[in-house]
């Protein structure tokens, strides 16, 4: 078991492993660290043969609010500079996406922009109902389709709150397929341990064989291609233009101010102000 500083935690139980994000003071906000700690995570879990599916979750009151935009890694840079670091982050996107046994998303409190594309890479998605799920940084003029959403939901649904940041909750996103069910908050983790175990007590063999095919049949081994072409795209939208406006903002007033001051005109128009 890694030490209490690790910013993420790897528990064995029995039949499964759970990859526990561990940066709550931060809401498991994900920096370059936390990155590379769950892909270390992730590879000891494909080679343990006691583990029959992993589990990633968020310690304390979120699964993850997203990228830590107070990491140096988050700074302002080149197009190119920020292309290479995505094409690097799609990186652990595609090693959930690959893992040969089931993946779960145990996701509460918040499942945003980052923290949303990681869940959405899982194969099954269990969540708290006070879980809402989103991409607000496209208000920030970011990008936002690094993620699975379009093969999980209808066209129009995903255009709806992708284009425009609105968050949805656990019920609206069981509702519309983005997540398998919604459970009551204080169930959440005995409901994710249920479904894991049964996931246990299968041959390993026979799960691997029949996610394989499974995958096979929805062409998830191209998903790579449209996720390493949207790396690109949002690239360019953080390299110039109205994104970098924003960053510099946020850099000079601080996050909170930076996140009021944005979502300022969307709250009014919610709010049915004029």
Known sequence: MPSAKSVVLLDVHDGYAEIIFNRPEKLNAFNDEM????????????????????????????????????DPSNEIKAARTWRRLFLSENRLFKKILSCPKPTIAATRGYALGYGFFLANACDIILSARSCRFGTPEIRQAEGVARLLIPFNVRRNLA?????????????????IGLINRAVEDDALDKEVSKLARKLGHIDLRALKMNKSMVNRWYGAERFGLPMDF???????????????????LAQKIGFREFLRLRDKPFREIDEGSE
Not at 44 to 53: G, I, L, Q
Not at 159 to 175: Q, R, S
Not at 230 to 248: D, Y
């Open 230 to 248: 949207a790396a690109r795209q949002e690239a360019l939208l953080l390299g110039s233009g109205a994104s970098v406006e924003w960053m510099e």
């Open 159 to 175: 255009m709806e709150f992708l284009l425009t940041g609105d968050l949805i909750d656990a019920e609206k996103a069981e509702a």
């Open 35 to 70: 990155r590379a700690q769950t892909r270390e995570h992730l590879a000891a879990c494909v080679e343990d043969d006691r583990v029959h599916a992993v589990v990633l979750k968020g310690e304390g009151r979120a699964f993850s609010a997203g990228a830590d935009l107070g």
